[in-house]
């Protein structure tokens, strides 16, 4: 057992026992050794940044949900189910399934017969390089800072969880994700990918279903939280016909027209961090299957994340308060849920399996960010503006650069943070601005063939400093919230989903408007680019269980079921 | 090339060997006050078996000297 693993705090949550210790090793000595098989098929751009587009529906599908499923978003949801109970659920179901859905059937077929290497790179050819230039810039600037955000939180985690010493988180990870993606590039982050999804599952799977055992089942579960909390926490629809019968403090309204229709639409059709995955498929049957198979696995994901929150809301001894609180009382808080119940079930072996579950979720998010972020400044900020003579080698050596030096980005931002806390708050804020405005560009972009370049250009800078100057102003005058969000009885998440409304609203109204000012593009320019004047090629002659029509039907069924059952 | 399915069947096999010898240890010797609750369940034991025969099973279908 090394010394460096074992660096304590006193306040630490669980002790590894040395068959954890080993779990977590042979973890970094897998990732580093598949970076280091695949080094040598990463020679060409398409290989390094594109993986070879060669992925089948499988594994780009997996590697798409795995970018997302980082470890704050894991401990993050289960200390919201705690808090909000089962309302937590809506950012997998409604504020995702429709997105992913829609990426597949409409969005992907452009993205993939365009052959665009990126989001950015799609703008560029739709409208134009002065679009494509603010949204590489802000997307650049803001992947890099999030990553560091990131890191820092997941190493505050570690020195929470485990007792690590916060120096040797960050730089053990990070090291290790810049690394492998700088030896394998794309192709190697999204195998990693996959392993970590694999290892998620592995690890968390057994909460759930330990935690139902305990409680005596779904049923007793529902009655146990109805008597500590509120018989509130355990339906997804039924409270939120009002903005104070809810835990959450938010109407129907802000989570179908902000989250479902706006915000998750931004996020899971236009982040490039994730759309990249689907890009690297080998043909457009596993480019459309890919985030089919994503929202598949997504709809289960509550089962790790939500369950697990609301278990802990029943069955642990203690009450679990928020950050701020729990930081001057030295209690627990809600973001300490999952930990709590990982070292309530699971002894030596188990336990290394979970907190190697958490730290593969940190990787994979990471090795997602620098991934995305590497391709977007080589092929969206460099190549056009800085360099654009070079070879195809030339700027492989540029990825590859580019990943060390992302990293070592996101590093200095990890302490700086560390220094200044407040940063974390702004830099989380910051990337949400540009989401839900992109959104409006690239989906008007897609559909509607008379949308001309300074109207997306203009759309997606208005739509932007919209959603700035409503954070803005909310933070200057909190009472502001009631006008934003539509009432004064609205709760902070509520501001995210009509913020994010609003500002599409205005993208999509800038858009429209200077389009119609302006002259229109030429329809032989748009081919391949617009829907009305893009042959969109068919999946093939397969039969109906390989068509992505039945499976999204298919998913679309279960989905309804699923909310109708937790209504 | 070495598929990824291998990886993760290596991945869960050695996971799941590491997690069911641990499992059995306790059940030899089964400590005086056990940390965890539920540990009359021997989840280590039973979960590490099941990673181990999925791991097995992927690194047997997915060998590289099995692929075309």
Not at chain 1, 298 to 320: D, Q, S, T
Not at chain 1, 338 to 343: E, Q, V
Request: proline share 5%; glycine share 10%.
């Amino acid at each position: 057992m090394t010394p460096l693993l074992v660096t304590a705090v006193p306040t630490r949550l669980v002790h590894l026992s040395p068959i954890d210790i080993v779990i977590v090793v042979f973890y970094f000595a897998l990732v580093l050794s598949i970076g280091w098989y695949l080094k040598g098929r990463a020679n060409t751009g398409e290989d390094f940044f594109m993986a070879g587009r060669e992925m089948t529906a499988w594994v780009a599908g997996l590697s798409f949900l795995s970018a997302n499923l980082g470890a704050l978003e894991l401990m993050g949801w289960a200390g919201s189910a705690y808090q909000y109970g089962i309302l937590a659920t809506h950012w997998y179901w409604i504020g995702a399934i429709p997105a992913m859905l829609f990426l597949a059937l409409v969005m992907m077929p452009f993205y993939y017969i365009s052959k665009t290497h990126s989001v950015p790179g799609y703008l560029k050819l739709r409208f134009g390089e002065s679009s494509c230039a603010l949204s590489a810039v802000s997307f650049a600037f803001m992947t890099v800072l999030m990553s560091g955000v990131n890191m820092f939180a997941m190493a505050k985690v570690m020195q929470i969880v485990l007792g690590w010493d916060i120096n040797f988180s960050i730089w053990v990870s990070s090291l290790t994700v810049a690394i492998y993606v700088a030896l394998g590039g794309l192709r190697s982050a999204i195998f990693n990918e996959v392993l970590q999804f694999f290892l998620i599952w592995a690890g968390a799977l057994l909460i759930p279903i330990l935690g139902l055992y305990e409680a005596g089942g779904w049923t007793n579960l529902k009655l146990q939280i109805a008597q500590r909390a509120s018989e509130e926490y355990v339906h997804l629809w039924s409270g939120l016909g009002s903005f104070t019968t809810n835990p959450m403090g938010i109407h129907w309204t802000g989570i179908v027209f902000g989250l479902a229709a706006v915000l998750s639409m931004g996020y899971w059709t236009t982040d490039f961090l994730v759309v990249q995955r689907i890009l690297a498929a080998k043909d457009i049957r596993s480019a459309e299957m890919a985030p089919i198979i994503g929202a598949a696995f997504k709809m289960a994901v509550p089962f790790i994340v939500i369950l697990p929150g609301l278990i802990g809301l029943a069955v642990l001894p203690v009450k679990l308060v928020p950050e701020s609180l729990a930081t001057i009382t030295g209690g627990h808080s809600y973001n300490d849920v999952l930990p709590l119940m990982l070292a309530r079930y699971c002894g030596p072996g188990l336990l290394g399996l979970g907190v190697t579950a958490l730290i593969a979720g940190f990787m994979s998010g990471m090795a997602g960010n620098v991934s995305a972020f590497t391709t977007v400044w080589t092929y969206d900020i460099y190549r056009p503006f800085i360099n654009s003579k070079g070879s195809d080698h030339h700027y492989v050596n540029m990825g590859r650069w580019t990943t060390i030096i992302g990293v070592l980005v996101s590093v200095g931002t990890a302490y700086l943070v560390m220094q200044f806390a407040s940063i974390m708050d702004y830099v989380q804020a910051l990337f949400s601005f540009f989401i839900a405005p992109l959104f409006g560009t690239v989906v008007l972009g897609m559909l509607w063939k008379r949308a001309t370049g300074p109207g997306g250009f203009w759309g997606l800078l208005c739509g932007t400093l919209c959603s700035i100057s409503m954070w803005t102003w909310v933070k200057l005058d909190p009472s502001a919230l009631r006008y934003v969000a539509l009432s004064p009885y609205a709760k902070g998440l509520a501001q995210d989903m009509y913020q994010a409304l609003w500002s599409f609203i205005v993208c999509v109204v800038v858009t429209v408007s200077v389009s119609l000012a302006t002259k229109p593009i030429p329809d032989n320019q748009l081919t391949g680019l617009v829907y009305g004047l893009t042959e969109i090629p068919a999946v093939g002659d397969v039969p109906l269980y390989q068509k992505p029509l039945f499976w999204a039907a298919v998913v679309t069924v279960v989905f309804f079921v699923l909310n109708i059952i937790f209504w | 090339m070495i598929s990824i399915w291998f990886f993760v069947g290596i991945s869960l096999a050695v996971n799941g060997a590491l997690i069911l010898a641990a499992g059995i240890y306790q059940l030899v010797n089964p400590p005086v006050n056990p940390r965890v609750v539920l540990f009359h369940l021997h989840a280590n034991v039973w979960w590490g078996a099941v990673l181990l025969v999925f791991g097995l099973i992927y690194c047997f279908k997915f060998a590289p000297g099995r692929q075309s």
